[in-house]
C-alpha cells in the first residue's frame, strides 16, 4: 500500500496502490471475487438525508469548501453539491474513527459528476483517507467524462501498524500546489452520490458443479465440511462438521486456495436432512475464539453431539476439540441451539484422570446408552515412548473411554485405556443388539509410532477405518478388535483424496450409515492437487449375521434417498440437492421452517446461470403455483423452475420485480407440474450483478375433491351388471358422473357426506376384468375444481 504524504513544501504525492481496483469512466472492473461482510459503514451516503454525517474536508488550514443538497442524484432524491473550493483536497469528509480496523480489508464506492463547461473533458477523482498528520492513502479513482457519472471503486487494506484513532474519508480531486491559477481546471465544482465502504473479504463462493446431478456425495457442493457426527433427533439427521470453509481463500487469479489451516478454525458447520439427499445448511456455530460460546476455547474441531434430559429438561450436547490439547463442551436448547457454556474451563484437559499420558486430548465423542448412563470417548496422536517400538506401532494405547456425569459437562472416575490397534485418533461408538462397536482412524506409522515396525496381520494399514466390538462401553482390549470398516479413502476416489479420516455411524429408521470426509469438492474445484479441504460423505452400513461389518465401499453415488421431499409447505431456500455458483449466509429474522430461536440463513451470491436444486420432490396430483421470498439486489431477475434437468422444460418463471433491497414474497403459476420430479431453480438476469437473496420456498397444490370411489359387478338373472359406488367426503355438494365400457351414468349432485349408487347393464353372460372411470368436479374457494378416480372390477360370469 502506498501512503500519500503532505510535507512542507505542500507536495503532494497521488500514488494509488497496486492492489486497488482502478475504474475507468462508469464501468466497474472488480479485480477480485469479494463478498460483504459487514453495512455500509458510511452514514447518509445516498444524501437523502441532506448533509447529515458530512463536512468539508478541514485537514489543513487552506482547505475550505461549501456543502449543499442537490436534487440532480445518481440514484434516490438526493446527492451532494461541492463548491466555492479553495484546495483540490477541499472536498465532502466523514469521520470514520471507531468503525475501521488495522489490517482488514473494505470496498470503497462513490458516484461523482462535474459540469463545467470550461473545465477540461475528462477529470480524474480519488476517494482517499486521512490517517491525521500527513498519512493520507488514495483508495480508490476513477477518470470521468464532464457530465457523466463516473465510478469510483477500490478495494483497500489497512496495514496491519496503521493508527486508525482518526481515519477520515473524503473526495478529491488530483493535487497541485497552486490550483487557483486555473480554478476551471483544479477547483470546478462537483457532485457526489452513493458512497459506501464495507469490510470485504475474498469470496468463498464455490463456482463449480462439487455435487453432480443425481449423484448423493458429497453431501453438500457450496461449502466443505470435515469429520462429520451424525445425530438423529426427531425424525431428521444432523451432521456437525469442523468447518474447513473457514480457511478457505482461493486466490483470485488462479482459483486454487493455500493449504488448509486448521489452526483458524473456531466454528462448526451444521446441516440437516429428513431424506440423507437434499440437505438444509443451518450455518455455522461460533463455538470458540473471543466471540464464541466457549471463549476461553481456541478452535473447534471434530464435534460430537448427544441428548440427555437433565433435571427434568432435554438438553443437547455439543463436544468438540480445542485443538490437539483440551476438549471442551457447550449445550443447546435443541440441536441448532441457541448454544451456551455450563463450563468456565475445558473438559477434557491434562488434568482428567488416567489421561496424563495422552498426547492429543481431542476428537471428543459421547455415547448415551439406553440406561442414561454416558460416555465419552476421546484421545489420539503419538503413542508413548515408554513402550517398546512395536507395541507403539501396534498397540499404541492413545485413545481413551470415561464415563460422563450426569449433567453430560463432567466426568467421573478415570478414563479407560482403548487398546484399538495402530490406532490414531476419531474414536466414536453406537450400539446395537446389546453391543457396542467402537470405530476409529489408524496412523501412517514414523517415529511418533516407534518407526519402521512390523504390522500384525489383520490390523489396519495407514489411514484406515478400523473398529472394536465389545460387551462393555468401558472394556476395549485389543481381541475386540473385529477388522477395517473403511479402506483409505483414497482407495475409491482417486489421486489427491487421500489423508487421515474422521467418522460416525447413526441409526436411522432402522438402517444405520457411516459418515466420512473425502477432499471430492476440493477435487471437483483444483483437478488432482487438492489442498485439504473436506466434504462429507455418507454410506449405507451392512451387518453380517455374526454381528460384524461389512466393509464399506465409498462411492459418489452415497445412499438411497429415504423419502421422497414434501414441497407443500414453507421450508427454506438453502435446503438443497445439488446446487451451482451459489453462497449462504445469516441475516436478521426468524427461520421460516425452524423458528425464533435458531440462526436464519439465505442463499446468496446468486449470479445469472446458478441454479438450486431439490431430488425427488412430490408434487402428488399436481402443483399450481411456487412463491418464493426474495431480496432484490438488482432489476430485472428472474428464476426459471424446471424438471428434471437444468437444462429442462420450464414449467414456471418467477419475476423478481419488487423494490431493490426490501424482502418481498414473489409468485408464479406452474404448468405440467404433477408426479415425482427433481425440481431445478435456475437464476437468470443482468450479467455480472448479484441478483437476489432467497430466504424460502413455498409450493400450493391444485385443489383435490375427496371422493371415495368404488366399483364391483353382479348377476341381474343372466346377465352381468357393473355397479359403481361414489362417496363425497367433502363439506360441499359435488357434481360427478361415471363412464366405463358399457356407456355414461350421471350422478347428478351428491350432497356433503353422502353416497349415491350407478349401475351399467351389459347384457352379457360374462365380462372381462375392467374400470369405472368417476369424474367429479365442484367449486373451491371460488375456483373451479375437476377430479378424476379410478375403480377396478373383477371378471364375472353369470348363469
Given at each position: 500500500?502506498?501512503?500519500?504524504?503532505?510535507?512542507?513544501?505542500?507536495?503532494?504525492?497521488?500514488?494509488?496502490?497496486?492492489?486497488?481496483?482502478?475504474?475507468?469512466?462508469?464501468?466497474?472492473?472488480?479485480?477480485?471475487?469479494?463478498?460483504?461482510?459487514?453495512?455500509?459503514?458510511?452514514?447518509?451516503?445516498?444524501f437523502?438525508?441532506?448533509?447529515a454525517?458530512?463536512?468539508?474536508?478541514?485537514?489543513?488550514?487552506?482547505?475550505?469548501?461549501t456543502?449543499?443538497?442537490t436534487t440532480?442524484?445518481?440514484?434516490?432524491?438526493g446527492?451532494?453539491?461541492?463548491?466555492?473550493?479553495?484546495?483540490t483536497?477541499?472536498?465532502?469528509?466523514?469521520?470514520?474513527?471507531?468503525?475501521?480496523?488495522?489490517?482488514?480489508?473494505?470496498?470503497?464506492?462513490?458516484?461523482?459528476?462535474?459540469?463545467?463547461?470550461?473545465?477540461?473533458?475528462?477529470?480524474?477523482?480519488?476517494?482517499?483517507?486521512?490517517?491525521?498528520?500527513?498519512?493520507?492513502?488514495?483508495?480508490?479513482?476513477?477518470?470521468?467524462?464532464?457530465?457523466?457519472?463516473?465510478?469510483?471503486?477500490?478495494?483497500?487494506?489497512?496495514?496491519?501498524?496503521?493508527?486508525?484513532?482518526t481515519?477520515?474519508?473524503?473526495?478529491?480531486?488530483?493535487?497541485?500546489?497552486?490550483?487557483?491559477?486555473?480554478?476551471?481546471?483544479?477547483?470546478?465544482?462537483?457532485?457526489?452520490?452513493?458512497?459506501?465502504?464495507?469490510?470485504?473479504?475474498?469470496?468463498?463462493?464455490?463456482?463449480?458443479v462439487g455435487?453432480?446431478?443425481?449423484?448423493?456425495?458429497?453431501?453438500?457442493?457450496?461449502?466443505f465440511?470435515?469429520?462429520?457426527?451424525?445425530?438423529?433427533?426427531?425424525?431428521?439427521?444432523?451432521?456437525?462438521?469442523?468447518?474447513?470453509?473457514?480457511?478457505?481463500?482461493?486466490?483470485?487469479?488462479?482459483?486454487?486456495?493455500?493449504?488448509?489451516?486448521?489452526?483458524?478454525?473456531?466454528?462448526?458447520?451444521?446441516?440437516?436432512?429428513?431424506?440423507l439427499?437434499?440437505?438444509?445448511?443451518?450455518?455455522?456455530?461460533?463455538?470458540?475464539?473471543?466471540?464464541?460460546?466457549?471463549?476461553?476455547?481456541?478452535?473447534?474441531?471434530?464435534?460430537?453431539?448427544?441428548?440427555?434430559?437433565?433435571?427434568?429438561?432435554?438438553?443437547?450436547?455439543?463436544?468438540?476439540?480445542?485443538?490437539?490439547?483440551?476438549?471442551?463442551?457447550?449445550?443447546?436448547?435443541?440441536?441448532?441451539g441457541?448454544?451456551?457454556?455450563e463450563?468456565?474451563?475445558?473438559?477434557?484437559?491434562?488434568?482428567?484422570?488416567?489421561a496424563?499420558?495422552?498426547?492429543?486430548?481431542?476428537?471428543?465423542?459421547p455415547?448415551?446408552?439406553s440406561?442414561?448412563?454416558?460416555?465419552?470417548?476421546?484421545?489420539?496422536?503419538?503413542?508413548?515412548?515408554?513402550?517398546p517400538?512395536v507395541?507403539?506401532?501396534n498397540?499404541p494405547?492413545?485413545?481413551?473411554?470415561?464415563?460422563l456425569?450426569?449433567?453430560?459437562?463432567?466426568?467421573?472416575?478415570?478414563?479407560?485405556?482403548?487398546?484399538?490397534?495402530?490406532a490414531?485418533?476419531?474414536?466414536?461408538?453406537?450400539?446395537?443388539?446389546?453391543?457396542?462397536?467402537?470405530?476409529?482412524?489408524?496412523?501412517?506409522?514414523?517415529?511418533?509410532?516407534?518407526?519402521?515396525?512390523?504390522?500384525?496381520?489383520?490390523?489396519?494399514?495407514?489411514?484406515?477405518?478400523?473398529?472394536?466390538?465389545?460387551d462393555?462401553?468401558m472394556?476395549?482390549?485389543?481381541?475386540?478388535?473385529?477388522?477395517?470398516?473403511?479402506?483409505?479413502?483414497?482407495?475409491?476416489?482417486?489421486?489427491?483424496?487421500?489423508?487421515?479420516?474422521h467418522?460416525?455411524?447413526?441409526?436411522?429408521?432402522g438402517?444405520y450409515?457411516?459418515?466420512?470426509?473425502?477432499?471430492?469438492?476440493?477435487?471437483?474445484?483444483?483437478?488432482?492437487?487438492?489442498?485439504?479441504?473436506?466434504?462429507?460423505?455418507?454410506?449405507?452400513?451392512?451387518?453380517?449375521?455374526?454381528?460384524?461389518?461389512?466393509?464399506?465401499?465409498?462411492?459418489?453415488?452415497?445412499?438411497?434417498?429415504?423419502?421422497?421431499?414434501?414441497?407443500?409447505?414453507?421450508?427454506?431456500?438453502?435446503?438443497?440437492?445439488?446446487?451451482?455458483?451459489?453462497?449462504?449466509?445469516?441475516?436478521?429474522?426468524?427461520?421460516?421452517?425452524?423458528g425464533?430461536?435458531?440462526?436464519?440463513?439465505?442463499?446468496?451470491?446468486?449470479?445469472?446461470?446458478?441454479?438450486?436444486?431439490?431430488?425427488?420432490?412430490?408434487?402428488?396430483?399436481?402443483?399450481r403455483?411456487?412463491?418464493?421470498?426474495?431480496?432484490?439486489?438488482?432489476?430485472?431477475?428472474?428464476?426459471?423452475?424446471?424438471?428434471?434437468?437444468?437444462?429442462?422444460?420450464?414449467?414456471?418463471?418467477?419475476p423478481?420485480?419488487?423494490?431493490?433491497?426490501?424482502?418481498?414474497?414473489?409468485?408464479?403459476d406452474?404448468?405440467?407440474?404433477?408426479?415425482?420430479?427433481?425440481?431445478?431453480?435456475?437464476?437468470r438476469?443482468?450479467?455480472?450483478?448479484?441478483?437476489?437473496?432467497?430466504?424460502?420456498?413455498?409450493?400450493?397444490?391444485?385443489?383435490?375433491?375427496?371422493?371415495?370411489?368404488?366399483?364391483?359387478?353382479?348377476?341381474?338373472?343372466?346377465?352381468?351388471m357393473?355397479?359403481?359406488?361414489?362417496?363425497?367426503?367433502?363439506?360441499?355438494?359435488?357434481?360427478?358422473?361415471?363412464?366405463?365400457?358399457?356407456?355414461?351414468?350421471?350422478?347428478?349432485?351428491?350432497?356433503?357426506?353422502?353416497?349415491?349408487?350407478?349401475?351399467?347393464?351389459?347384457?352379457?353372460?360374462?365380462?372381462?376384468?375392467?374400470?369405472?372411470?368417476?369424474?367429479?368436479?365442484?367449486?373451491v374457494?371460488?375456483?373451479?375444481?375437476?377430479?378424476?378416480?379410478?375403480?377396478?372390477?373383477?371378471?364375472?360370469?353369470?348363469?
Amino acid at each position: 500500500m502506498h501512503h500519500r504524504l503532505r510535507h512542507a513544501t505542500r507536495r503532494r504525492f497521488a500514488a494509488v496502490a497496486a492492489a486497488l481496483t482502478l475504474v475507468a469512466g462508469s464501468a466497474a472492473v472488480a479485480a477480485a471475487p469479494v463478498q460483504a461482510a459487514s453495512g455500509n459503514l458510511i452514514v447518509n451516503g445516498g444524501f437523502e438525508d441532506g448533509l447529515a454525517g458530512w463536512f468539508p474536508n478541514n485537514g489543513n488550514a487552506a482547505d475550505g469548501a461549501t456543502l449543499s443538497p442537490t436534487t440532480d442524484a445518481y440514484s434516490g432524491a438526493g446527492a451532494l453539491l461541492v463548491t466555492n473550493r479553495t484546495t483540490t483536497g477541499s472536498g465532502p469528509m466523514q469521520t470514520l474513527s471507531g468503525k475501521v480496523q488495522a489490517g482488514k480489508t473494505y470496498l470503497v464506492t462513490a458516484r461523482v459528476k462535474y459540469e463545467n463547461p470550461n473545465s477540461p473533458s475528462t477529470k480524474q477523482f480519488f476517494v482517499t483517507m486521512h490517517y491525521g498528520g500527513s498519512t493520507y492513502t488514495n483508495l480508490g479513482t476513477v477518470t470521468v467524462p464532464r457530465g457523466q457519472w463516473g465510478l469510483i471503486q477500490g478495494t483497500f487494506t489497512i496495514p496491519a501498524g496503521q493508527t486508525v484513532s482518526t481515519a477520515r474519508i473524503f473526495v478529491e480531486t488530483p493535487w497541485t500546489s497552486n490550483p487557483s491559477t486555473a480554478p476551471d481546471t483544479h477547483l470546478m465544482d462537483f457532485k457526489v452520490d452513493d458512497v459506501t465502504l464495507q469490510e470485504y473479504v475474498v469470496s468463498k463462493t464455490i463456482e463449480v458443479v462439487g455435487k453432480l446431478p443425481g449423484e448423493h456425495n458429497p453431501l453438500i457442493g457450496h461449502k466443505f465440511g470435515a469429520d462429520g457426527f451424525g445425530f438423529v433427533h426427531d425424525g431428521r439427521v444432523y451432521l456437525y462438521m469442523t468447518n474447513d470453509t473457514q480457511g478457505y481463500a482461493p486466490n483470485p487469479a488462479t482459483g486454487v486456495s493455500p493449504g488448509i489451516n486448521y489452526g483458524d478454525i473456531n466454528q462448526i458447520t451444521v446441516i440437516s436432512s429428513t431424506d440423507l439427499v437434499n440437505w438444509t445448511d443451518h450455518g455455522e456455530v461460533q463455538v470458540a475464539g473471543p466471540n464464541g460460546v466457549a471463549p476461553f476455547t481456541g478452535n473447534s474441531w471434530a464435534p460430537g453431539m448427544a441428548k440427555k434430559v437433565v433435571n427434568g429438561e432435554e438438553k443437547f450436547f455439543l463436544y468438540y476439540a480445542n485443538g490437539g490439547g483440551s476438549s471442551n463442551v457447550i449445550t443447546g436448547k435443541s440441536p441448532l441451539g441457541p448454544w451456551t457454556s455450563e463450563r468456565t474451563s475445558t473438559l477434557i484437559d491434562g488434568r482428567t484422570p488416567g489421561a496424563e499420558t495422552v498426547a492429543w486430548k481431542f476428537d471428543p465423542a459421547p455415547l448415551v446408552d439406553s440406561d442414561g448412563a454416558a460416555y465419552l470417548y476421546f484421545g489420539g496422536g503419538p503413542a508413548s515412548t515408554s513402550m517398546p517400538a512395536v507395541e507403539r506401532f501396534n498397540n499404541p494405547k492413545n485413545i481413551r473411554a470415561i464415563k460422563l456425569g450426569d449433567d453430560m459437562v463432567s466426568t467421573q472416575g478415570t478414563a479407560a485405556v482403548v487398546d484399538a490397534p495402530v490406532a490414531f485418533e476419531a474414536a466414536q461408538v453406537f450400539k446395537r443388539e446389546g453391543k457396542y462397536y467402537l470405530s476409529y482412524s489408524s496412523h501412517f506409522g514414523g517415529n511418533d509410532f516407534g518407526g519402521n515396525q512390523p504390522r500384525v496381520p489383520g490390523y489396519p494399514g495407514g489411514g484406515q477405518i478400523g473398529y472394536l466390538i465389545s460387551d462393555d462401553p468401558m472394556s476395549w482390549p485389543k481381541e475386540t478388535y473385529a477388522g477395517v470398516l473403511f479402506p483409505n479413502q483414497s482407495q475409491f476416489f482417486g489421486t489427491g483424496t487421500g489423508g487421515n479420516n474422521h467418522q460416525s455411524v447413526f441409526e436411522f429408521e432402522g438402517k444405520y450409515y457411516f459418515t466420512y470426509h473425502a477432499p471430492t469438492l476440493n477435487k471437483r474445484i483444483n483437478g488432482n492437487t487438492t489442498q485439504g479441504y473436506r466434504s462429507p460423505h455418507i454410506q449405507e452400513l451392512a451387518f453380517n449375521e455374526d454381528g460384524t461389518i461389512q466393509q464399506v465401499v465409498g462411492t459418489y453415488a452415497g445412499v438411497d434417498q429415504v423419502r421422497d421431499f414434501n414441497p407443500y409447505r414453507v421450508f427454506e431456500a438453502e435446503t438443497v440437492g445439488w446446487s451451482k455458483g451459489i453462497a449462504t449466509g445469516k441475516v436478521d429474522g426468524a427461520s421460516a421452517e425452524f423458528g425464533t430461536a435458531v440462526p436464519n440463513l439465505v442463499v446468496r451470491d446468486i449470479d445469472d446461470g446458478d441454479w438450486t436444486a431439490l431430488s425427488s420432490v412430490d408434487f402428488g396430483k399436481g402443483a399450481r403455483s411456487v412463491t418464493a421470498k426474495v431480496r432484490a439486489l438488482t432489476a430485472g431477475g428472474t428464476i426459471e423452475v424446471r424438471l428434471d434437468d437444468v437444462a429442462g422444460p420450464v414449467v414456471g418463471t418467477v419475476p423478481v420485480d419488487t423494490a431493490t433491497g426490501e424482502w418481498a414474497e414473489v409468485s408464479a403459476d406452474l404448468t405440467g407440474v404433477s408426479g415425482v420430479h427433481d425440481v431445478y431453480f435456475t437464476y437468470r438476469g443482468p450479467a455480472g450483478e448479484d441478483l437476489f437473496e432467497l430466504d424460502s420456498w413455498a409450493f400450493e397444490a391444485v385443489p383435490a375433491l375427496d371422493l371415495s370411489v368404488t366399483a364391483g359387478t353382479r348377476c341381474v338373472g343372466e346377465k352381468v351388471m357393473v355397479t359403481v359406488r361414489a362417496t363425497n367426503n367433502e363439506p360441499i355438494h359435488v357434481s360427478a358422473s361415471a363412464e366405463s365400457a358399457y356407456g355414461t351414468r350421471p350422478f347428478g349432485a351428491v350432497p356433503p357426506g353422502q353416497e349415491k349408487f350407478r349401475s351399467f347393464p351389459t347384457g352379457a353372460a360374462s365380462v372381462p376384468a375392467g374400470e369405472v372411470t368417476v369424474t367429479a368436479s365442484a367449486t373451491v374457494d371460488g375456483e373451479p375444481v375437476t377430479a378424476s378416480y379410478r375403480a377396478a372390477y373383477d371378471a364375472r360370469a353369470c348363469g
